[in-house]
């Protein structure tokens, strides 16, 4: 049974940073893509794509929105996967879900319909 369970998430001032993780079980973690998506409030279940790293850990992508201000990484060991979040603002506030997607090269996906297993999420609330 394949399971995400994020963990990290907070109420942060702006201008604080937040480290989220995701651990994966029941899968071959090193075959799997992994992605960070993000449901803002007020924007129903719409899922926008935040960061993802390739099997190998060599291959990122990020939103525009985050780049420079997070990092995307995964520890194969431990089978878990981070988002470092620093110099956060108010529109970052959101629930922060982690997804698998299996693939066969190094590279991974931007978009949520790619991806086959969701964690629940966890909640990431920017005050100003």
């Known amino acids: 049974q394949v399971q995400l369970v994020e963990s990290g998430g907070a109420l942060v001032q702006a201008g604080g940073s937040l480290t989220l993780s995701c651990a994966a079980s029941g899968v071959t973690f090193s075959s799997y893509a992994m992605g960070w998506f993000r449901r803002a409030p007020g924007k129903g279940s719409s899922r926008e794509f935040v960061?993802?790293?390739?099997?190998?850990?060599?291959?990122?992508h990020y939103a525009g929105s985050v780049k420079g201000r997070f990092t995307i990484s995964r520890d194969s060991a431990k089978n878990t996967m981070y988002l470092q979040m620093n110099s956060l603002k108010p529109e970052d506030t959101a629930v922060y879900c982690c997804?698998?997607?299996?693939?066969?090269?190094?590279?991974?996906?931007?978009?949520?319909?790619?991806?086959?297993?969701w964690g629940q999420g966890t909640q990431v609330t920017v005050s100003s």
């Open positions: 960061a993802a790293v390739g099997r190998t850990g060599s291959v990122t």
């Open positions: 997804a698998a997607e299996w693939r066969h090269s190094s590279n991974a996906g931007t978009r949520p319909d790619k991806y086959a297993y």
